[in-house]
């Protein structure tokens, strides 16, 4: 399966990063729709667009004001906007009132079933996950492979959603900040490095990928050798980057 990463920080875009977006492109599968999400068309290469929302904060959902953009030339793509139905309501109210934005884009608004059925003979399943607001975190398996995407929650190795993304191919998992900033990334709901990587080690999985990079920190590594110690297999995401799991 064939991942690329087309937004991974947080908050706001910077000259590197566009904020969270990634997609499957051989499934039309789209996780989050932050700035990332101009860049989905020109990888759209199936009839249907499914694009999962880990929650509705700004830098996850803006993109779903450029789909007019994403889809021109491809008139014929049916999306689909996954999530919460709290979330979807809110941002059918809030971010596509008139005074906002003037247009509704053609999309269709599917609240979250417990599973989800992919293209691939793949299924998708969430489990929630604590941030102001609330976040839910995604499972996608197929037969042969799996991965997970945990974004915008304080990593421990501890917490509930561990077992749900146990033995996975690939995780992809938000990594705010470094050590040493435990306080700001529980009230804010994000992660420090080393729990991060502990929940790699804790549920098994095969690689890290991180992503939600602070935007405004200086260093754009959280702490990747610290990390490589408790989980040797991390890497920090890139924008435009292409992993094959
Ligand atoms: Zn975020
Ligand atoms: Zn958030």
Redesign the pocket.
């Known amino acids: 399966m064939h991942l690329r990463l087309l937004g991974t920080t ?2 706001h875009p910077t000259d590197r990063r566009q904020t ?1 977006c990634l997609m499957l492109p051989e499934i039309g599968v789209v996780l989050d729709a932050g700035t990332g999400m101009y860049r989905v068309g020109r990888l759209l290469e199936t009839n249907t667009l499914d694009i999962f929302l880990t929650h509705s ?1 700004l ?2 959902i803006i993109g779903l004001t450029y789909l007019f953009s994403v889809l021109a030339g491809h008139e014929q793509v049916a999306v689909r906007v996954h999530g919460q139905a709290a979330k979807l309501e809110a941002i059918a109210e809030h971010l596509f009132a008139p005074a906002i934005f003037p247009a509704m884009p053609p999309l269709t608004w599917q609240p979250l079933a417990e599973r989800v059925s992919l293209q691939n003979n793949g299924r998708l399943s969430w489990f929630p996950l604590n941030h102001p607001g609330g976040s839910v975190g995604y499972r996608l398996d197929w037969p042969d492979r799996s991965m997970a995407y945990v ?2 929650t304080t990593a421990n190795p501890q917490a509930d959603y561990v077992d749900r993304i146990r033995g996975v191919d690939l995780l992809v998992h938000e990594c705010y900040f470094p050590d040493g900033k435990e306080e700001l990334a529980q009230s804010t709901g994000h992660s420090c490095a080393t729990p991060v990587a502990q929940v790699a080690r804790a549920a098994s999985v095969r690689r890290l990928l991180l992503v ?1 990079i602070d935007p405004s920190a200086d260093s754009q590594d959280p702490g990747l050798e610290k990390m490589k110690a408790i989980f040797p297999q991390t890497q920090i995401a890139e924008d435009g980057q292409a992993i094959d799991f």
Do not use: F, K, P, Q
Request: charged fraction near 20%.
């Open positions: 947080g908050y969270a904060h830098d996850h974004t915008d939600h």
